[in-house]
């Protein structure tokens, strides 16, 4: 990590998280809200959503920070290279990226979160910002998530992506479609943050703008799509410099 | 852009979105239309779709022009690099190269438009050749237009794609899924034109075809989508220019 | 095409048009027969099923003879490069790697085969060896087999892929991905044969082989997807040449 | 395989062949039982879970043992080089890795598990471990293993991948989709073992997890998951040595 400016990596993470949660957020309420086209289009098309944002924010992010987008992903590095420095900037920027992002996707989906505000059957507006779990159950969901993670991490270590994953193009673009197979695959039991950013961030976007009709923030469970990402990477990094 | 001589790049461009308009539009008509084998097949299909007609469009263009296929390109590339005196070539061929990839999709689907036109709920064919917004609302189609196109220019310009989208073979499929990704996370609200000339071209097309039973070709919202792709382009360019 | 010996040819397009066809007739079985895993699954599925049997059968053939695996992209690149000693060869390799690649597909579906023979509401068995038009209507479908075999072999000429689709890693991504975009943008009106070989071959196969119940095999339309791809192909080819 | 020590295949393809099994156990779980976001999401989602899944093993275990995750592919490259020290290290790895992998998959679901077992259409849960085909029938059941492992070995053959799956970017894609590819196409008899270790590992781990209500683990199957993709790569091996 230590090519980059500390300036081009807070840039750099800003923009590129913004991309992805811009995109992930975005195919959450294309499936989720009233009057969007892609109304229910299933659960291939939230999993593809998402891994093309991650291929999108860090092809953007690449030149100028690496583009890590998730604290899990940097923190798998710093314990993998024992490179610490850059660690709070990386974080700071993608928790501005995650915010930024999300209002971005709001405003981009403006007149259907009020479409969804006024229909009948008006769906909760959380689980477009954050991951809901299935079935509420602490232990559960932390496992998920550390398992979950580790299917991410693990591959980006073993390739040794210790800039980023925005890069090399052809790696780019296989992390982009690893995270649409942990999507399809382990996604289930609690949507799959695999990202603490990717989560709190959206969350605290969610709890200040004026989205109509918008139900809970849940900060009950704001604690796990942080926590579990963080333990995943951090077995990840230690599993690595352990094998390999 | 200077490397290609106007000729080719009027040809390169014709061509290339051609076969980009052939592809998306027909992907709109396969899932419209009566009688066809994919009718109702979703909206992942119609993301993958335009996606790759994306691949096909910018791998044909590419020896000739490079493959913008699209003014919102041509025009980051321009505020991007300075250079603007290709701009009306590339601008002159995709504009036409729409028209004409629209008027192949209509024969393409000649048998599917006439039984479209005499089935008991023929559907209104104009969403097949343009965008049409869920929820008519300028200013929030305006956003939605100007915030997905910035999703397709600024990867493009971060990695110094300024030749086209046709060129290297790695980061033509990048471009193409981040295409796909667009449409899966930010079609929902206006249909995602991010291109000026594949709305614009395709109306005309609509607006003078002899299509039985066509229904309108509402010239009225056609602004948006011309006007959203060209700002969500020039503030790309004026975002990357600052921050790379 | 003149770095492969007769003989390796002869061999290579066997092998990698059994492959296409094992998995593009496999696909077909497997959404259609009663008691199959797959059944009704989508028009995704069939789209992908054929592009990534393009991407098996070049793969395999790839290095025996450049993987063409298909009439019309010999014939594409023969009115390109002006070498026809080959073709022959080549066009009689693909048809006989099509009939056996059918007779795979059907070993590996024959308890569907035989289950669906034995169902209330048995389906025909063609649609999964060879296309059917969903209108029939002689010049509708031949245009629309010619504009589709150009959204093929168009892209091949233009990046010089004049030894086959199978020598180059990422060319043949992106050749795959292009079919996927053929099927589901342009199968909508005659499901795309956009190859004589691929809808010949297992024809021949359906007429000949011991499947119960199976119903026609509906020679009248035969001509069709031999002479559109071939039509489309050389009208390519002639593009090709002036604009290039 | 001649250049990796035997600790490093062992750990490489326990780890890979672990990341391959929590993937494609992991999407089956998705769409198989109650209270999962993924439930009932089709086929289309199970072939691209799998796929990625390859990917993602492949990807992590090719630095320490090319990645191989598969006794077929094993088997195919051994009867390909003539080389078969390794083989039992290889195929020891795989098994641990396939058991280990399936605990994963529990543990990611454990709370769906649970509902699972209370519901009242509860699932049986062998499917998400192992295959079951649709047909019982082993003669049939054998042949479609034993071709559909012809459709995987081959074009790994045919390429050279003499180390494993997972040590050129490009060609790892490619082996994803060809997989991707075999599910969409061949999957609808038998669920397509491909791999002995991909089925046995996750039926022992069925059979002794402490899962409620987990219905049979149908040791009378087990045999021609095994036999047919042992069968089907040395087919493969030896098509490959005499052809090319």
Redesign the interface.
Same mark, same amino acid.
């Given at each position: 990590m230590d090519q980059f400016s500390n300036g081009d990596i807070f840039?750099?993470e800003i923009?590129g998280t913004a991309?992805l949660i811009? +995109?992930?957020a975005?195919?959450c309420?294309?499936v989720t809200?009233t009057?969007?086209?892609?109304?229910a289009?299933?659960?291939?098309?939230i999993? +593809?959503?998402w891994?093309?944002?991650v291929?999108?924010g860090a092809?953007?992010?690449?030149?100028?920070s690496g583009g890590h987008l998730n604290p899990a992903v940097t923190l798998g590095i710093a314990v993998d290279t024992g490179h610490w420095d850059k660690v709070p900037v990386y974080v700071a920027g993608q928790l501005v990226g995650a915010v930024l992002g999300a209002v971005?996707c709001w405003?981009?989906?403006?007149?259907?979160f009020?479409?969804n505000a006024e229909a009948e059957n008006a769906q909760p507006t959380l689980g477009i910002f954050s991951t809901v779990p299935?079935?509420r159950?602490p232990v559960?969901?932390l496992?998920?998530e550390v398992?979950?993670t580790m299917?991410l991490v693990?591959?980006v270590l073993?390739?040794?992506l210790t800039k980023g994953l925005g890069q090399?193009?052809?790696?780019?673009?296989?992390v982009?479609?690893?995270v649409?197979?942990?999507g399809?695959?382990?996604?289930?039991?609690t949507?799959y943050a695999i990202n603490p950013a990717r989560d709190l961030g959206p969350r605290i976007a969610h709890a200040v703008l004026p989205i109509p009709n918008k139900g809970t923030s849940d900060w009950g469970y704001s604690w796990i799509p942080v926590a579990g990402p963080l333990i995943g990477a951090a077995l990840s990094g230690l599993?690595f410099n352990a094998?390999?």
């Open positions: 840039i750099g923009i991309v811009l +995109f992930g975005g195919v309420a294309a809200l009057r969007s086209k892609a109304k289009a299933g659960w291939v098309v999993a +593809f959503g891994g093309f944002g291929l999108a092809y953007t992010a690449g030149p100028l971005l405003l981009a989906y403006y007149a259907q009020a479409a299935e079935v159950s559960a969901n496992l998920t398992i979950a299917g693990l591959p073993a390739f040794g090399s193009g052809t790696q780019t673009l296989m982009s479609f690893v649409v197979g942990i399809l695959s382990l996604g289930g039991p949507g599993i094998a390999y």
